[in-house]
């Protein structure tokens, strides 16, 4: 007989895997996650995994970025180290004329208790002094800092497997279909039946999505960054654009291509993001690059994420966004209280599927 | 070869740990070096892949041919930013003309 699941999630990214952990918590609940491949060979195991809140606009993005961030302590007590550091995070600017946008920014964001600096060139060098002389002013936050995601999705996955959550990898799913009150997910290795169904798939929202009939408006956008050889400490802060692991290794790169889901670099983002390397910190002219790799972002078509039941299906979930490391901890925790209370600590209204237009044509 | 081997040299990742990741559900090279660093060194996988994919076809019980390749990714071998950056000033790139030409004032 085929085994029947309380919550089956679609995905085993960081989003995936944090929301089957965060559910698996109380053990009330038989869970499943499924992937098309192994963990971290997709969006997750690409990225640079800054948990980044400052330059977070609108407010409201930047706080649920914030609170997000704040979990992250609690989160390490609990499934163990992910080399969280928050390092405070600077963005540079190399012209004047930004610094009010700057002091703008820094405004607005105190509005929900996010806490931005504006700094002179002579604070900057003080506080990072292999950055640039070029450097005109940066915004500050203590809040920001970074993650290994590698640590971050295997201890996620560990935690939940603790807590009996079955994972299938390699996996692909083919079909869903609703019969009874029951999804039957098909999938090259078999049939299973779910009360509950949560789409996790990052950039492959989109196809997962078709299955239930839905459109879900989500693009590719590829990244590319560079990856030194390990140097002494540079950098002690996650720099807009870079920073240093505690290998020694230095991870550069911001870029943003529309090209599906191809994820070759290219040379000319990677001379351009050499460029940008030397620009910010010139004593990393003298480094060795020893790899460069590519990742597809999933950016929903208003930036926004997107969180909460799907509106036209009943017992139907979904969970997408841009910024998944930053976001997760969060997300895991709300969609938990959506289960288990049927409301949940955040307000989840502006994160709602059924605002964009594209999904009301599709239903 | 016993569980204490060293299969990649540049992290220091021994056989048990590639064991391991394979228990968990790992079925290829980039699977492994993402929960282990195993080729994530300056050799870029040069010299562990062959063996971690012998690891994988014997775990597996798969043949050697079905045990796909690590992604190879530029530059291939260390290159210093620099130079990508088109800022290398030691360029021993010359002229065929300039060098042969003779200058104002040669002995002809």
């Given at each position: 007989m085929t085994k029947q699941y309380d919550v089956a999630v679609i995905g085993s990214g960081v989003i995936g895997s944090s929301?089957?952990?965060h559910l698996s918590e109380s053990r009330q609940k038989e869970i499943l996650v499924i992937d098309q491949a192994y963990p971290l060979s997709g969006t997750s195991g690409s990225t640079q995994a800054w948990v980044w809140v400052h330059n977070k606009t609108p407010?409201?993005?930047?706080?649920?970025?914030?609170?997000?961030?704040?979990?992250?302590?609690?989160l390490e007590r609990k499934i163990g180290d992910v080399e969280?550091?928050?390092?405070?995070?600077?963005?540079?600017?190399?012209?004047?004329?930004?610094?009010?946008?700057?002091?703008?920014?820094?405004?607005?964001?105190?509005?929900?208790?996010?806490?931005i600096e504006v700094l002179s060139r002579e604070q900057v060098l003080e506080m990072e002094p292999a950055l640039s002389p070029d450097i005109v002013g940066a915004t500050y936050s203590k809040i920001d800092g970074n993650v290994n995601p590698f640590r971050l999705v295997e201890l996620y996955i560990r935690a939940a497997k603790k807590n009996d959550v079955q994972f299938s990898f390699y996996n692909p799913v083919i079909d869903i279909r609703k019969h009874k009150g029951m999804f039957e997910v098909t999938t090259r290795k078999g049939v299973f039946i779910t009360k509950q169904l949560v789409l996790a798939a990052g950039p492959w929202s989109r196809s997962v999505g078709k299955f239930l009939g839905l459109d879900i408006p989500v693009k590719q956008v590829r990244g590319q960054v560079l990856v030194t050889e390990p140097l002494a400490p540079l950098i002690?802060?996650?720099?807009?654009?870079?920073?240093?692991?505690?290998?020694?290794?230095?991870?550069?790169?911001?870029?943003?291509?529309?090209?599906?889901?191809?994820?070759?670099?290219?040379?000319d983002i990677i001379q351009d993001t050499a460029k940008m390397a030397v620009d910010y910190l010139p004593d990393l002219a003298k480094a060795n690059i020893v790899r460069c790799f590519a990742g597809i972002r999933v950016m929903p078509n208003?930036?926004?994420?997107?969180?909460?039941?799907?509106?036209?299906?009943?017992?139907?979930?979904?969970?997408?966004?841009?910024?998944?490391?930053?976001?997760?901890?969060?997300?895991?925790?709300?969609?938990?209280?959506?289960f288990e209370y049927r409301e949940t600590s955040i307000d989840l209204e502006k994160l709602r599927l059924d605002r964009f237009k594209e999904f009301k044509i599709s239903v | 070869m016993d569980e204490s081997t060293i299969i990649c040299k540049c992290e220091e990742i021994n056989l048990a740990e590639i064991e391991s990741a394979i228990q968990s559900g790992a079925h290829t090279f980039d699977d492994i070096k993402r929960i282990t660093r195993c080729g994530m060194g300056p050799c870029q996988a040069k010299i562990c892949s062959s063996l971690v994919r012998e690891i994988i076809s014997q775990s597996l019980e798969v043949s050697l041919s079905e045990i796909g390749l690590p992604r190879m990714r530029m530059p291939l071998k260390p290159t210093r930013i620099a130079a990508l950056a088109g800022k290398e000033?030691?360029?021993?790139?010359?002229?065929?003309?300039?060098?042969?030409?003779?200058?104002?004032?040669?002995e002809s």
């Amino acid at each position: 007989m085929t085994k029947q699941y309380d919550v089956a999630v679609i995905g085993s990214g960081v989003i995936g895997s944090s929301i089957a952990y965060h559910l698996s918590e109380s053990r009330q609940k038989e869970i499943l996650v499924i992937d098309q491949a192994y963990p971290l060979s997709g969006t997750s195991g690409s990225t640079q995994a800054w948990v980044w809140v400052h330059n977070k606009t609108p407010s409201w993005y930047g706080e649920l970025s914030m609170l997000s961030a704040e979990l992250y302590p609690f989160l390490e007590r609990k499934i163990g180290d992910v080399e969280y550091k928050r390092t405070g995070g600077i963005a540079p600017f190399f012209d004047e004329s930004d610094r009010q946008s700057a002091l703008r920014l820094a405004e607005q964001q105190a509005e929900v208790g996010i806490e931005i600096e504006v700094l002179s060139r002579e604070q900057v060098l003080e506080m990072e002094p292999a950055l640039s002389p070029d450097i005109v002013g940066a915004t500050y936050s203590k809040i920001d800092g970074n993650v290994n995601p590698f640590r971050l999705v295997e201890l996620y996955i560990r935690a939940a497997k603790k807590n009996d959550v079955q994972f299938s990898f390699y996996n692909p799913v083919i079909d869903i279909r609703k019969h009874k009150g029951m999804f039957e997910v098909t999938t090259r290795k078999g049939v299973f039946i779910t009360k509950q169904l949560v789409l996790a798939a990052g950039p492959w929202s989109r196809s997962v999505g078709k299955f239930l009939g839905l459109d879900i408006p989500v693009k590719q956008v590829r990244g590319q960054v560079l990856v030194t050889e390990p140097l002494a400490p540079l950098i002690k802060h996650t720099i807009g654009g870079m920073r240093q692991a505690d290998n020694g290794e230095v991870l550069i790169g911001y870029s943003k291509e529309e090209v599906g889901y191809d994820r070759r670099t290219t040379l000319d983002i990677i001379q351009d993001t050499a460029k940008m390397a030397v620009d910010y910190l010139p004593d990393l002219a003298k480094a060795n690059i020893v790899r460069c790799f590519a990742g597809i972002r999933v950016m929903p078509n208003d930036g926004h994420p997107i969180i909460g039941p799907i509106p036209t299906i009943e017992n139907a979930y979904i969970a997408v966004m841009h910024s998944g490391i930053t976001l997760s901890p969060l997300v895991g925790t709300v969609m938990t209280e959506l289960f288990e209370y049927r409301e949940t600590s955040i307000d989840l209204e502006k994160l709602r599927l059924d605002r964009f237009k594209e999904f009301k044509i599709s239903v | 070869m016993d569980e204490s081997t060293i299969i990649c040299k540049c992290e220091e990742i021994n056989l048990a740990e590639i064991e391991s990741a394979i228990q968990s559900g790992a079925h290829t090279f980039d699977d492994i070096k993402r929960i282990t660093r195993c080729g994530m060194g300056p050799c870029q996988a040069k010299i562990c892949s062959s063996l971690v994919r012998e690891i994988i076809s014997q775990s597996l019980e798969v043949s050697l041919s079905e045990i796909g390749l690590p992604r190879m990714r530029m530059p291939l071998k260390p290159t210093r930013i620099a130079a990508l950056a088109g800022k290398e000033t030691s360029s021993s790139v010359v002229s065929v003309f300039a060098e042969s030409a003779p200058k104002e004032g040669d002995e002809s």
